[in-house]
């Protein structure tokens, strides 16, 4: 048997030893910038067809959503989002589920500094993406199955 004092001792090592393994210390975080094409944190398009992005892109920019585009540019985070999600070809989602959200979404959104859905991007952000999804917009272009 192991006096209390011993067991003690024990017990200190063991914690020290289990302390000596794990760093808490903070680090230097710098979120990735995305603006020159990257989809950190969103999905791997670089798996995909370019030319599908390429034109759901176009169809996004200069085409049937352009004025919803242009009203999403005026909200620096909606920008940026759209750029990840289209880089990511990351629109086929439903508005109106968002507790099912893909995790290109939200993790776009986050790279975005969307803090949530009172964020003012996402009233900037929602009139694109129905566009994008609509059967007059992009759907066909950008893959969205079914618009919601």
């Known amino acids: 048997m192991i006096p209390t004092r011993g067991a003690a001792s024990i017990a200190a090592i063991a914690l020290a030893m289990l302390a000596a393994c794990?760093?808490?210390?903070?680090?230097?975080?710098?979120?990735?910038?995305?603006?020159d094409g990257a989809?950190?944190?969103?999905?791997?398009a670089s798996s995909m067809d370019a030319g599908l992005v390429a034109a759901c892109k176009e169809c996004i920019t200069q085409g049937?959503?352009?004025?919803?585009?242009?009203?999403?540019?005026?909200?620096?985070?909606?920008?940026?989002?759209?750029?990840?999600?289209?880089?990511a070809y990351c629109l086929n989602f439903s508005l109106t589920d968002i507790?099912?959200?893909?995790?290109?979404?939200?993790?776009?959104?986050?790279?975005?500094g969307v803090t949530g859905q009172s964020d003012p991007a996402?009233?900037?952000?929602?009139?694109?993406?129905?566009?994008?999804?609509?059967?007059?917009?992009?759907?066909?272009?950008?893959?969205?199955?079914?618009?919601?």
């Open 99 to 112: 507790a099912n959200l893909p995790a290109c979404v939200n993790n776009c959104a986050a790279d975005a």
């Open 22 to 35: 794990v760093d808490t210390s903070p680090i230097d975080y710098v979120a990735p910038d995305l603006r």
């Open 64 to 87: 049937a959503c352009k004025s919803q585009y242009q009203g999403c540019l005026k909200n620096q985070k909606c920008g940026f989002e759209t750029a990840c999600l289209v880089d």
């Open 39 to 44: 989809t950190e944190g969103g999905n791997d």
């Open 122 to 148: 996402v009233l900037a952000f929602a009139p694109l993406i129905v566009c994008a999804q609509s059967a007059t917009g992009c759907a066909a272009v950008c893959d969205v199955g079914t618009s919601p």
